[in-house]
């Protein structure tokens, strides 16, 4: 049975502050990572695909850890906007749906 | 400036109704899917299609079916909608290929049956 776990949350960090949440993943053969951003009763949107390397964009820190089987997201400089939920996606195969797997995401609250 | 729509974006309906949620792409994406999502849940996948004639059904039982009669739209219908059936539905595609580059998602329709 494909997993994706994620620590739930919520995650309260103060406006300013660095946060960072990770997601194990059981299949090892998993192909490709992503984290995506959901809103409060909006649909979820590309944050970041995760590449071997690890990536950055601007706030953003994405790596990955396949001897550990885990993605981790970093965010730095906290704004009151990064308030969401982070889904963690794996991919573990091909360019179909029937490979991916959500995690049920992070819910991060930013505080003033 | 949206690629991907869905309507109705809220809808409550009667036990027993007929629906068809609309899921339409500008994008030309052969790759289409279908989620749904409870409050504070996961997504799962209920129906996709890989291109014009082409679903299949996904991970999580569903009484809902699906068709693909044109490239750009993607409707999924409840004969007989329930209670059991409220839910958000997530409507996506992605890139036509091997490598999945990420979904694009449509706004979702929230269905509340009454």
């Known amino acids: 049975r494909k997993e994706v776990e994620q620590d739930p949350g919520p995650f309260n960090v103060p406006e300013g502050a660095t946060v960072a949440f990770n997601c194990t993943y059981s299949?090892?053969?998993?192909?490709?990572f992503f984290w995506y951003r959901q809103d409060c009763r909006k649909e979820p949107k590309l944050l970041m695909s995760?590449?071997?390397s690890g990536n950055e964009d601007g706030r953003f820190t994405a790596q990955l850890n396949r001897a550990s089987q885990y993605i981790s997201l970093l965010i730095r400089d906290s704004k009151l906007s990064d308030s969401a939920t982070y889904l963690c996606?794996?991919?573990?195969?091909?360019?179909?749906?029937?490979?991916?797997?959500f995690g049920k995401g992070t819910h991060l609250i930013i505080q003033p | 400036e949206a690629d991907i729509y869905q309507t109705p974006r809220y809808l409550v309906i009667g036990t027993g109704k007929k629906i068809t949620l609309e899921c339409s792409q500008t994008m030309g994406h052969d790759k289409m899917y279908w989620y749904q999502q409870d409050p504070g849940m996961e997504l799962h996948l209920i129906h996709y299609?890989?291109?014009?004639?082409?679903?299949e059904k996904g991970d999580l039982s569903s009484e809902s079916t699906v068709s693909r009669i044109r490239t750009e739209h993607f409707p999924l219908t409840l004969e007989s909608a329930r209670p059991s059936h409220t839910s958000q539905y997530l409507c996506?595609?992605?890139?036509?290929?091997?490598?999945?580059?990420?979904?694009?998602f449509g706004s979702g329709t929230r269905l509340t049956v009454v």
């Open positions: 996606v794996v991919n573990e195969g091909g360019g179909g749906a029937d490979g991916l797997t």
């Open positions: 299949n090892s053969a998993s192909q490709s």
């Open positions: 996506a595609s992605s890139e036509p290929g091997d490598t999945f580059y990420g979904y694009t």
């Open positions: 299609s890989y291109g014009v004639n082409s679903t």
């Open positions: 995760v590449y071997s």
